[in-house]
């Protein structure tokens, strides 16, 4: 569909072109060709055609320092002629489309086949009279004419029940596509662009951006638009998005300036001039091109599908469930392989096709049952003879049969799983936007209930990254607060102000405050407005020296990056030599400084003795206050040699130390409370930062991921890289095992520290539990950590477009806390999911052994289909709509996280589904059997073919569907606890349902007549049936008192995986749990584990010692395990894991670290 609407833009185009190329210097197929080139090739043409950069600009009308004046005419004009930046996205699908998507599936095909045979027959009446006599009992009723003629209700009913679940689907499907489109869009309208206009530098979104206009690139963007470069400093970019090479490309206006939409900038900075927008950029011709073969692709898909059989087109819902249609764009994006299948949709694929196989058994049982019965009863104990006449009235009847056992199956598969886990998905991303998540991938939301370690970024998100500079170090003297600027050298003084003021990115100002009495806007780096704030804090301004400096005059710049960790700029001084500026990590400065300012700002020598004074005397202390130190310097050269400035090593050595600053980013108010909620929520926190050592442990001290006095590692990049990595240099899982549990801090890290950190925990196999781990970021090289964690977060102020793009979730207000909400909001799913099944589970398990067992019994389900097309499809896609949308409390971070092994139907959840299935069970059978002599009725048993409703039924019926409502009120909970209407007023939609559902099965019994097999109750018949419900409610409480310790045989019903564990419940014991009941219950339990541990603790020692270990190595051990930590990390306590163990083991003397057996630490 995409490529036809964009060869209809390019022929319009086309025919523009003529009138307009004259209006601007060049044509839009010009410029197109133009970019297809690259290096030299690229820049002879340019050259030819334009007269380098200038000639272009001037060509489009633009100027390359001002940039478009921004009229709006002109905008408009340029957007007319050459294209807007935006690529048409893939139609929606229709109504009618979805409408039939949801006709697909297998069981509603079934059923549909069923009543139009039904249908058929209904209006056939066999020749003749006698017939009637001849098919005996098998005709039974059929005189009636009435009767009779009301034979073709059944056949309808059920069809117009599935045009309703179809509209339901479909309408689900239309509302799920809708949200997931205005959640690309507000993902698209997030990207902002620096633009040039009226040389004023503006943020704009990136569709407003225009051909001619200047744009200024920098280190982290995606650039929106093809280009080429007027300016660069040092300028790399990855072009593996387009080109697959992974090496970064350098781009400079003499040798390769051609930029390219959808490539990332990974190093420098510079200004480019927009030469190709939208469908016309190098990105917008792929994806047109793209628009023809995604549809070819969807039509091979479809033929796999289909050769897919039954229980495939069951599971196809739960594909889309998941945001499955996005569009070209996002399966751009993820052409990368996509992570493994999220923790609740392979559960929940698993669980779906276990009950469809099981629900296509019963189903098919019950057929041959029903027909045996029906052709011995007639054919061999009454020997009739098989009468031609009679035939149509037989194959009534197995209709009828086949329509009863198609029921069985429609109650037996559980359609609403898919949907409840599309609207709780759905809902929760919808609620999440207000928490500040900005949710990309839909299944992240739900594995983050399931993390068990977070790690993140120091910088903006622990802090509240304001940079102020609060302590300073110059001409010899530490002054404890930023000093008058009288009581400096003069000389030490000037060369500081210069130095910060030119060698920084000259985007980054300080703008006054917004509000009267604000604190003044910093714009950029905000370690470099920490910097300027300081120029003004000295009373000079930092503007008149770049005036004077514009940045064309910049002769050459060293951009920061991971690697050199500081920036660097040269300028020629006004006699033709040359003087580098140099800012960065004050150790890292230091190091290469040979000399160092004194009090009256002349350099003295600087030996490696005065930098070790230096460091313990200034850094530390500064760190130690959590402040991050950057250290100013600079250098001279002289212009005759001209010094080669590619040899990086020597010109970034030598230099004169001007003075060392202590810049505060001080922690965000909330962080300490959200992290405490983390750790008790079973979340590990970690900080992983590019800051100096003790400047984050003071920072993890003041947020609390460390408490002085625990036993917890706060290492450096270096030291973690020799701790893990073999001689030859490789990273080993075995020891990462060693590290990771007790590490909390990783300073001085590189990105690659974190991408290994992060695959180190979820590869690791130590504990039961495979680790979930989540991940922020804000930097381009964090990409690979956010791609590879299990949920990435970027943030969305400073998070540049790369983070972004990797992301799973993006977190609007940069803050902590927020990742809080996003646990609590992803247990809520699950939870929702969970309460979903057990409702489901429940109502699925009665109605089929009630329509099987009638069936056997009565030949004749007491349930009609209709009803139970009632009951199953619709009163579980609403009850999926109220308990999925339950609003999550802080009580679901009082638990551990589930864990990817944990069964989805917990031993309480299975108590709960058999519990309550016996009450229904026991009810619906003693109406059936003995219902007629209770309520003084007539039998419905054994009626005729079409013979009319029966009140004893109805009442079966009216009974059943009351103890599912009040038993959805039951489900609400699902670990035990007593008061089930907690919290239920909070959920205005659960309580419309529940209402809306009673108001509807009034009408459905009352009015409902033929159609649906219902004759009116009176009011006394009603009570009975809601007192009968009403029961529920009180089953339920005798329920919760059954201890799960007697019904040791659940244990395994609702086991998915083969991996037998515990619970994490049951090992720790002190932790909060929120079933107080179980807990009572697992004491048993936890004395019966903690035998076991002490047992195999003592076989442990016996074995150390036997192995030849020393009696140190085992005194260790036995002493290490008996007062494990309590903070240890989650894996000690979510399983019983051998971290103490290998531990203890690892000392030394120790030559069995590597395969000692699991023991627990737990003693």
């Known amino acids: 569909m995409g490529d036809m609407s964009n060869s209809d833009f390019y022929a319009k185009n086309q025919r523009n072109e003529g009138n307009h190329a004259a209006a601007f210097g060049c044509s839009l197929m010009e410029l197109r060709s133009l970019m297809e080139l690259r290096g030299t090739e690229a820049v002879v043409k340019l050259q030819e055609d334009s007269g380098g950069v200038e000639g272009l600009c001037k060509r489009l009308k633009t100027s390359p320092t001002e940039g478009l004046a921004g009229a709006q005419t002109d905008l408009d004009k340029r957007k007319e002629i050459f294209g807007k930046n935006l690529i048409p996205p893939k139609k929606p699908k229709t109504f009618l489309q979805l409408v039939w998507e949801a006709l697909q599936d297998v069981t509603l095909i079934i059923l549909e086949i069923a009543a139009l045979i039904s249908l058929g027959l209904s209006f056939y009446h ?10 005996g009992a098998a005709a039974g009723g059929v005189e009636d004419e009435g009767e009779a003629d009301a034979g073709w209700i059944e056949g309808a009913a059920i069809l117009l029940s599935v045009v309703c679940v179809v509209l339901v689907t479909a309408f689900n499907d239309w509302s799920k596509e809708k949200q997931f489109r205005g959640l690309q869009s507000r993902i698209e309208q997030e990207q902002k662009f620096q633009v040039v206009r009226g040389s004023q530098v503006i943020q704009l979104p990136v569709a407003d951006i225009v051909v001619g206009d200047i744009a200024q690139i920098k280190y982290g963007d995606l650039l929106p638009a093809d280009g080429v470069l007027i300016q660069g400093n040092d300028l790399k970019i990855d072009e593996s998005s387009l080109t697959g090479e992974s090496d970064h490309v350098k781009k400079s206006a003499d040798k390769d300036p051609m930029l390219l939409s959808g490539t990332h900038v990974m190093e420098g900075s510079g200004r480019m001039v927009v030469t190709a927008v939208g469908v016309n950029s190098q990105t917008g011709i792929i994806f047109t091109l793209l628009g023809a073969g995604v549809e070819e692709e969807e039509k091979k898909e479809k033929k796999v599908k289909k050769q897919d059989g039954a229980a495939a087109m069951e599971m196809q819902p739960l594909k889309s469930a998941e945001g499955g249609e996005a569009d070209e764009k996002e399966r751009k994006k993820v052409s990368a392989p996509k992570k493994e299948k999220s923790v609740l949709q392979g559960k929940l694929t698993k669980l779906a096709v276990q009950i469809g196989k099981a629900g296509l058994l019963m189903s098919a049982i019950t057929v041959i049952i029903l027909v045996l019965y029906f052709a011995i009863d007639n054919f061999v104990m009454q020997k009739r003879p098989w009468m031609p006449e009679c035939t149509p009235i037989y194959i009534q009847y197995f209709v009828k049969f086949f329509i009863i056992g198609v029921t069985v199956l429609v109650v037996a598969v559980p359609e609403g799983l898919p949907l409840a886990v599309t609207i709780s998905l759905a809902y929760s991303v919808k609620k999440m936007m207000k928490d500040n998540n900005l949710v990309r991938h839909l299944d992240a939301c739900e594995t983050m209930g399931n993390a068990t370690a977070i790690c993140s970024d120091k910088t903006g998100t622990l802090t509240t990254n304001r940079m102020t500079a609060v302590q300073l170090y110059v001409g010899d003297v530490h002054y404890k607060e930023i000093p008058d600027p009288g009581v400096l050298p003069p000389k030490s003084l000037d060369l500081l102000v210069n130095s910060i003021s030119i060698n920084s990115a000259y985007t980054t100002k300080i703008l006054p405050p917004d509000k009267e009495g604000g604190l003044p806007k910093q714009v950029g780096n905000k370690t470099e407005c920490g910097l300027l704030g300081l120029v003004l804090d000295l009373k000079r301004d930092y503007q008149p020296i770049r005036n004077q400096i514009p940045e064309e005059k910049l002769y050459k710049v060293y951009t920061f ?84 400035w590619d040899d990086e090593n020597n010109i970034l050595n030598d230099l004169t130390a001007i003075c060392v600053v202590g810049i505060e980013d001080p922690v965000r108010p909330e962080v300490p409370d959200a992290i405490l909620k983390c750790q008790r929520a079973g979340i590990t926190v970690r900080m992983v930062t590019g800051d100096n050592i003790n400047t984050a442990r003071a920072i993890a001290i003041k947020c609390g991921i460390i408490h002085p006095g625990e036993d917890f590692l706060c290492i450096d990049g270096k030291e973690f890289n020799r701790r893990i990595r073999n001689e030859k240099g490789e990273v080993e899982q075995e020891r990462i095992d060693k590290v990771w549990p007790k590490l909390r801090v990783l300073a001085r890290s590189s990105p690659t520290d974190k991408h290994t950190l992060v695959k180190g925990i979820i590869d690791s196999t130590m504990a039961d539990q495979r680790q979930v781990v989540a991940v ?133 959840m299975t108590k709960n589904i058999l519990g309550h299935g016996v009450y229904q069970l026991i009810i619906i059978f003693t109406l059936l059997f003995v219902g007629e002599q209770i309520f003084d009725i007539d039998s419905g048993r054994n009626a005729p073919l079409h013979s009319p409703p029966s009140e004893h039924y109805t009442i079966i019926f009216n009974t059943f569907v009351m103890m599912q409502l009040f038993n959805e009120i039951n489900a609400r909970k699902i670990h035990g606890e007593r008061n089930v209407f907690d919290g239920i007023f909070r959920n205005p939609i659960f309580c419309s349902i529940v209402f809306g559902t009673f108001a509807v099965q009034i009408v459905i019994v009352q009015f409902g007549g033929k159609p649906f097999s219902c004759q009116p109750l009176d009011l006394e018949k009603w009570m009975w049936c809601v007192f009968l419900g009403l029961g529920e409610l009180v089953w339920g409480q005798v329920i919760a008192t059954i201890p799960n310790s007697r019904l040791r045989f659940l244990r395994r019903a609702g086991q998915l995986t083969q991996k037998d564990e515990l619970p994490e419940e049951d090992v720790n014991e002190e932790n909060e749990e929120i079933d107080h009941a179980e807990r009572e219950l697992r004491r048993g339990q936890i004395l019966w584990f903690r035998g076991l541990n002490r047992i195999q603790t003592q076989i442990e020692v016996v074995n150390t010692f036997k192995s030849g270990t020393s009696f140190q190595g085992a005194g260790a051990l036995r002493r290490q395990s008996s007062t494990t930590s309590q903070n240890q990390d989650v894996t000690n306590v979510s399983s019983p894991s051998h971290v103490s163990l290998s531990n203890a083991l690892s000392s030394p003397t120790s030559t069995t670290a590597a395969t000692a057996p699991p023991t627990t630490g737990q003693c």
């Open 561 to 644: 990056n991971s690697v050199r960790k500081s920036m660097s700029t040269v300028i020629k001084l006004p006699d033709g030599s040359f003087r580098m500026y140099s800012k960065g990590a004050s150790e890292i400065v230091l190091k290469k400084c040979s000399h160092i300012q004194n009090e009256v700002g002349e350099p003295r020598v600087f030996r490696p003795r005065d930098k070790d004074e230096m460091v313990k005397k200034v850094i530390e202390p500064m760190a130690c206050d959590g402040l991050r130190t950057i250290c100013v310097a600079y250098r001279d050269f002289s212009s005759n040699p001209e010094p080669n």
């Open 776 to 908: 922020t970021g804000d930097g381009t090289n964090d990409g690979p950590a956010l791609k590879k964690a299990d949920v990435g977060f970027a943030m969305g102020i400073a998070g540049t477009d790369v983070a972004k793009e990797a992301s799973d979730i993006i977190l609007t207000d940069d803050n902590f806390s927020s990742i809080v909400k996003a646990v609590m909001w992803g247990r809520n799913v699950y939870d929702s999911i969970s309460k979903f099944l057990q409702f489901q589970l429940t109502v699925n398990v009665v109605a089929v052994i009630v329509a099987f067992t009638g069936a056997c019994i009565t030949q004749d389900s007491p349930l009609k289909a209709v009803q139970m097309l009632w009951v199953n499809l619709i009163m579980d896609t609403f009850a999926s709509l109220a308990l999925a949308t339950e609003p999550p409390t802080e009580s679901l971070l009082k638990r551990k996280p589930y864990g990817r092994n944990k069964p989805l139907i917990s031993s309480t």
């Open 126 to 135: 066999p020749p003749g009279e006698t017939g009637g006599e001849s098919c």
